[in-house]
C-alpha cells in the first residue's frame, strides 16, 4: 500500500461524524435546492403554525391587545370550566371510536370482497363506494332525505308504514343529530385509504395463496389473517392513518348539516369549537389550547394504532 | 399434506365455499344500495320537474325527466351580484395555479428523498408523514395569522401557496418513486455527465407518470371541492363551490336548481377518476407506511 493511501485511510477514519456529514452536505448541495422550494411552503404552512400554537396557547392572545403570557391558565379553562368543551371532546371520542374503526373495517372488507371480480366490475363498484367521498357538497342531499317536512324519503316512507304519525325533525332532534352524522360520515368516508387497499390486494403475489392452499389453509378467513393481511401492513398502516386523521377532523359535514351550533350541542365537536372561538370569537390563545389539545389526540390516536397494526397476523 | 386438493386445469383453487361466496355477495350488494341511494336521490332530484319534486308522497323515479332545473340554475347564477364566470375563474385559475406548483415543487423534494442519499432526508420525510396524521383544521387559525404577516390575505395566493406544499401529494411520489424508478437507471445517467437535475426530469418523471396524475387529482379535487375560506372575504375572490351553496342555500323554492347544481359541482371530480382510476391505483400500491 502506498504512503499517500495509507494517509488517506486514516484520515477518512479520524474524521468526526460532524465532519463527515458537512463533507456529505457539501457534495449534495443540489438535493438540498431541490427539497428547498417545497421544504419552506411546507415549513411556513403547516410546522410553523403547529410550534405557533403551542406558543400562543401559553398567552391569551385576541388579535387586538399586546398578548400576555398567561403560561397553562387556558389548559386549566379548558378542562375544568367549559362544559362545552367536555361535550364536544366526549362526541369527537364517540364520532372517531364509531366512524374511524367503521370506515376502516368497510374500506377494507369491501376492497377484499371485490379483489377477486373481473377488472371491469371491480371498477364500477370502486366507483360506486369511492365517489361520495370525492363529490364535493353532495353530501347535503342528505339533509333533503332526512329533510323535516313529510318531502324527505325518511319521514315519508316511515309515514306510509304508519310507524310515525309527525314528522321528525331530523336535524333538529337532539337524539337524531349525532347518529344521523355518523352514518353521513361513514358514507363520505371510503376515500384514500379504500383506495390503498385495492391496491395493496392487487398487489400480492398470487403465487403465495397457492401455497398457502397447499400448506392447509381451508377457508377464505384463515386466507385472510395469515397470508393476505400480513403481505399489505403497509397499507394497513397507512390507510389507518388516513382514517383516524379524518374521523377526528370531522366537522364541516355537521355544520353543513345541523348549522352551528348544531341543536343543544348534539354533534358538537372539538372542530367546532375550534372555530367557535378562532374564527367567531377572535380568542386566538384560547383556540390555540384548543387546537394543540386535538392536535395531540389525532397524533397520539396514530401512535396507539400504529402499535395494535404491528399485532396482525400473529408475526 | 394428506387432505384433498381440489384442482381445475392442474392448478391449484383456492379455498372458497359457496356459501361464503353468497354472503359476501348479499353484503356487498346492501353497502352498494346504501351507498349508492344519495348519489340516486339527487340525480333523479335534479331531473323533476316542479310538480314532481313537491308530490306526496315523494316517487322514488321521475316520470316526466326534465332539464329545466339544469336552466333555471343558470338563470340563478346570472342573477348574481358578481358575474358568475368570475366564479368560475376563481376556482379554476387557483385549481390549476394551486395543482401545477404542487406537482413541480413535490415531485422534485420527492425525488431528491427517495433517490439521492444527503444527510436529514430521513428526518424530513418523517416530519411530513407525521403532518399526515393531524387535521387542516389544527393549523388553520395559526395559518391566518401568519398569512396576515406575509399580507397574502384576501388574494389567490392564501389558496394557492399552501397548496404547493400540502403533504400526501408528497408522501405518494416520494414511495412511489422509491419502488419504481430503479437506481441503476439513475447511475448509468449520472455517468453519463447529467446533472440531478437533468437526470431527474429526463429519466425519473418519465418513469412516474401515474404517481403525477395521482398527485394532479387529489390536488385539483381539494381545491375544486373548496367551499367558503376563512382566507378570503372579497366576493370577487370567493369560489364557484360557495356561489353555489349560496344559491342552494336560497331554501325550498330552489330543490331542483339545487339538486342540479350539485350534480353539475360532483360530475367534474367524478370523470376525472373514472378516467384516472386504474393510475392512481397504480399509485397506491406504493403508498405503504413501512415504520
Not at chain 1, 325518511?154 to 336535524?171: D, P, S, W
Amino acid at each position: 500500500m502506498s504512503k499517500t493511501a495509507e494517509k488517506k485511510a486514516v484520515s477518512r477514519s479520524e474524521m468526526t461524524k460532524a465532519q463527515w456529514t458537512w463533507k456529505e452536505i457539501k457534495r449534495n448541495k443540489v438535493a438540498y435546492l431541490m427539497v428547498a422550494p417545497y421544504m419552506l411552503v411546507f415549513t411556513l404552512f403547516t410546522v410553523l403554525p403547529v410550534v405557533l400554537s403551542i406558543v400562543i396557547s401559553f398567552t391569551d392572545f385576541n388579535m387586538l391587545q399586546m398578548p400576555n403570557i398567561v403560561w397553562l391558565d387556558n389548559y386549566v379553562r379548558l378542562f375544568l370550566d367549559d362544559d362545552i368543551f367536555l361535550i364536544a371532546a366526549k362526541n369527537t371520542f364517540i364520532f372517531a371510536a364509531i366512524v374511524g374503526p367503521a370506515s376502516y373495517i368497510m374500506s377494507l372488507m369491501v376492497a377484499w370482497f371485490i379483489n377477486e371480480l373481473s377488472p371491469k366490475i371491480r371498477a364500477i363498484v370502486t366507483l360506486i363506494f369511492y365517489a361520495p367521498s370525492i363529490a364535493g357538497q353532495v353530501y347535503l342531499v342528505w339533509g333533503t332525505l332526512f329533510s323535516g317536512d313529510a318531502y324527505g324519503w325518511a319521514n315519508a316512507v316511515l309515514l306510509e308504514l304508519g310507524i310515525i304519525t309527525e314528522e321528525i325533525q331530523f336535524f333538529q332532534d337532539a337524539d337524531w343529530v349525532m347518529p344521523l352524522c355518523i352514518v353521513v360520515a361513514i358514507w363520505t368516508s371510503l376515500g384514500t385509504s379504500f383506495l390503498s387497499f385495492i391496491a395493496g390486494l392487487q398487489g400480492i403475489d398470487k403465487a403465495q395463496f397457492e401455497a398457502g392452499a397447499v400448506d392447509g389453509i381451508r377457508n377464505r378467513w384463515q386466507e385472510l389473517w395469515y397470508i393476505t393481511l400480513p403481505n399489505m401492513k403497509p397499507q394497513l398502516m397507512f390507510g389507518a392513518v388516513m382514517s383516524i386523521t379524518n374521523s377526528f377532523g370531522f366537522g364541516a359535514v355537521v355544520t353543513a348539516l345541523c348549522g352551528f351550533p348544531s341543536v343543544d350541542y348534539a354533534a358538537h365537536t372539538i372542530v367546532h369549537h375550534l372555530e367557535d372561538y378562532g374564527s367567531q370569537r377572535f380568542e386566538i390563545g384560547y383556540s390555540s389550547t384548543i387546537a394543540v389539545v386535538l392536535f395531540v389526540v389525532m397524533v397520539g390516536a396514530n401512535a396507539l394504532i400504529k402499535k395494535l397494526l404491528s399485532k396482525v397476523g400473529g408475526s | 399434506m394428506a387432505q384433498k386438493l381440489r384442482t381445475r386445469k392442474h392448478k391449484v383453487v383456492l379455498a372458497r365455499s359457496r356459501g361464503g361466496d353468497a354472503g359476501i355477495t348479499f353484503i356487498l350488494v346492501i353497502l352498494g344500495i346504501f351507498m349508492f341511494i344519495p348519489m340516486y336521490y339527487v340525480i333523479i332530484q335534479s331531473l323533476k320537474p316542479l310538480d314532481e319534486l313537491w308530490m306526496f308522497p315523494p316517487r322514488f323515479y321521475v316520470s316526466k325527466p326534465t332539464f329545466k332545473n339544469f336552466k333555471d340554475l343558470f338563470t340563478l347564477m346570472s342573477g348574481n351580484l358578481v358575474p358568475f364566470s368570475r366564479y368560475i375563474f376563481n376556482t379554476v385559475f387557483t385549481s390549476v395555479a394551486g395543482t401545477v406548483g404542487h406537482l413541480f415543487f413535490a415531485s422534485l423534494a420527492a425525488y431528491a428523498m427517495a433517490k439521492i442519499k444527503f444527510p436529514g432526508r430521513k428526518g424530513m420525510f418523517k416530519l411530513v408523514q407525521t403532518s399526515l396524521m393531524f387535521h387542516k383544521t389544527v393549523t388553520a387559525i395559526t395559518c391566518f395569522i401568519l398569512m396576515s404577516a406575509m399580507q397574502i390575505i384576501d388574494t389567490y395566493w392564501a389558496i394557492i401557496i399552501p397548496a404547493w406544499g400540502s403533504t400526501l401529494g408528497l408522501y405518494l411520489m416520494k414511495q412511489f418513486m422509491e419502488s419504481s424508478v430503479t437506481d441503476a437507471v439513475l447511475e448509468s445517467s449520472r455517468l453519463d455527465g447529467a446533472s440531478e437535475l437533468r437526470t431527474f426530469w429526463t429519466i425519473a418523471m418519465p418513469m412516474v407518470k401515474p404517481a403525477w396524475l395521482t398527485l394532479i387529482i387529489y390536488s385539483f379535487q381539494d381545491l375544486w371541492n373548496a367551499g367558503a375560506s376563512i382566507y378570503i372575504h372579497s366576493e370577487q375572490l370567493k369560489s364557484l363551490n360557495y356561489a353555489i351553496q349560496q344559491i342552494t342555500a336560497g331554501g325550498i323554492k330552489r330543490a331542483g336548481a339545487s339538486a342540479a347544481a350539485t350534480v353539475v359541482m360532483m360530475l367534474v371530480p367524478i370523470s376525472v377518476f373514472v378516467i384516472s382510476q386504474s393510475n392512481i391505483i397504480e399509485t397506491m400500491g406504493s403508498s405503504g407506511m413501512k415504520d
